[in-house]
């Protein structure tokens, strides 16, 4: 592979979200039903006399890392101090998360960003009243009487990583802290208080953001509810407990559950970043929708390839840039992912047919493998309707992605809301089956 090749290759890097101001951002907001999260969540932050706490989410890997950059920066520039943590990168298991865990890590990341400018008088306190219990799980040696605001910091650290990567420690932890979170929240919600008369370069307002929350895997009980009911729902009064302006991502099952009206009660509207439109409802290619996600490639292609025509000498042709477009459904990552996969498989510009088509076929198996027999019909009744049911089964299909949510205004400019199932599931023999079945 060249260095032009390896650089695009790389300008294509799938975890990475991007900086707020970054030139590779387009915005897509004409395309996702008209919202934007600057100026609609982050104008109920500012506006609002009183503490917020909402919910945010979508899809994974449709760019609300990416949107959530662009409110911190939005915020800050109107005098917010503003928190943002990724809750899986070192403090939380998505596959295993107890609202414990969130306040665990709400509070080390406080401690961490805010340490010079509140006094930690009150966690500390808090430590040294539960120090017998703890001592061992922290795994440290300290007087209790002189516990130092680092000391403070490091034994949070040490309870976070141990739920994130122990799970022999993590019930353990749970078990001693979980009777305490009332007074835990009431000890850190006194340093965010002291914190707030301090905060720096002349910023009067607090703001965290959780991010990553919506990794969250759904799994239900034998109830009928699941886990992201009892953290959202059954702990919200805990979640909508600390002094300041919160903003967490959420599994976007949760908001298509039976509880959504208590969702909406609790939190008000649910901020919802739907994928590219890049088919009409009616069916289609949608062309706007389709120029920006040519514009995503357009601009990490740029800088290394300033000289070349995207439509012919990048891609071979126009009708191959489309493919892959189409095939994504308007899901940014994988646009990403098969971007890289496809610029892996030739050892020089142009990108090919052939090389395209492979990358959208790896992709398509494990769509494949992501799709239980029974699904296979709702699959295709949701692809002649373009509606879903409010049941568990299609909340799991939304949550692996093999339904795909999209927006747009209609004529009286109400937003329209409708499903589809996943591009690269059209062309696998089972769903074309039970496509025609329906259709006969």
């Known amino acids: 592979m060249s260095d032009r090749l390896t650089r695009?290759?790389?300008?294509?890097d799938p975890s990475r979200?991007?900086?707020?101001?970054?030139?590779?951002?387009?915005d897509c907001r004409e395309v996702r039903g008209d919202e934007d999260i600057v100026s609609d969540l982050g104008k109920r932050i500012r506006n609002s006399d009183q503490m917020t706490y909402q919910l945010y989410t979508g899809h994974r890997g449709s760019g609300k890392s990416t949107e959530l950059r662009r409110l911190q920066k939005s915020l800050e520039e109107h005098g917010f101090f503003v928190v943002y943590f990724e809750a899986d990168e070192e403090d939380i298991d998505p596959q295993n998360v107890e609202y414990i865990d969130i306040l665990l890590a709400?509070?080390?990341?406080?401690?961490?960003?805010?340490h010079t400018l509140g006094d930690a008088g009150p966690i500390r306190r808090w430590l040294q009243d539960r120090w017998q219990e703890l001592k061992d799980l922290a795994q440290?040696?300290?007087s209790v009487e002189k516990i130092s605001l680092d000391q403070a910091l490091s034994v949070f650290t040490k309870l976070t990583a141990s739920i994130r990567a122990e799970p022999s420690q993590r019930s353990k932890i749970r078990e001693k802290v979980n009777p305490h979170t009332t007074t835990l929240l009431a000890a850190l919600n006194?340093?965010?208080?002291?914190a707030r008369q301090h905060l720096p370069n002349g910023k009067t307002k607090l703001a965290m953001i959780v991010d990553n929350l919506d990794r969250i895997p759904i799994d239900f009980r034998d109830n009928g509810r699941s886990n992201h009911e009892e953290i959202f729902l059954d702990r919200s009064e805990q979640l909508r407990g600390l002094d300041c302006h919160m903003v967490y991502t959420v599994p976007i099952a949760?908001?298509?559950?039976?509880?959504?009206?208590?969702?909406?009660?609790?939190?008000?509207?649910?901020?919802v970043l739907p994928m590219v439109m890049v088919q009409h409802l009616t069916g289609g290619p949608h062309s706007v929708g389709l120029g920006k996600l040519r514009e995503a490639i357009q601009v990490r292609v740029q800088p290394h390839a300033a000289d070349l025509d995207l439509e012919t000498e990048v891609f071979d042709s126009a009708?191959?840039?489309?493919?892959?477009?189409?095939?994504?459904?308007?899901?940014i990552r994988e646009l990403m992912q098969m971007m890289q996969e496809a610029v892996n498989r030739i050892d020089e510009l142009p990108i090919t047919a052939k090389a395209v088509q492979r990358a959208i076929a790896e992709l398509r198996q494990v769509y494949q493998r992501a799709v239980e027999e029974s699904e296979w019909e709702r699959l295709a009744q949701v692809a002649l309707s373009h509606k879903i049911p409010n049941d568990n089964e299609h909340r799991g299909l939304l949550q692996r992605r093999c339904i795909l949510e999209y927006r747009c205004l209609d004529e009286e400019g109400e937003i329209l809301t409708w499903y589809d199932a996943h591009p690269l599931i059209y062309k696998l023999p089972r769903f074309a089956e039970e496509l025609a079945k329906l259709k006969a």
């Open 17 to 26: 979200p991007l900086p707020a101001g970054d030139p590779q951002y387009i």
């Open 140 to 142: 440290m040696e300290l």
């Open 254 to 271: 949760l908001v298509y559950s039976r509880w959504a009206n208590d969702v909406q009660t609790i939190y008000g509207k649910t901020l």
């Open 8 to 12: 695009i290759y790389n300008s294509f």
């Open 106 to 114: 709400c509070t080390r990341r406080f401690l961490k960003e805010m």
């Open 319 to 331: 009708e191959t840039l489309e493919r892959l477009c189409l095939a994504c459904g308007g899901h």
């Open 190 to 194: 006194e340093f965010i208080a002291d």
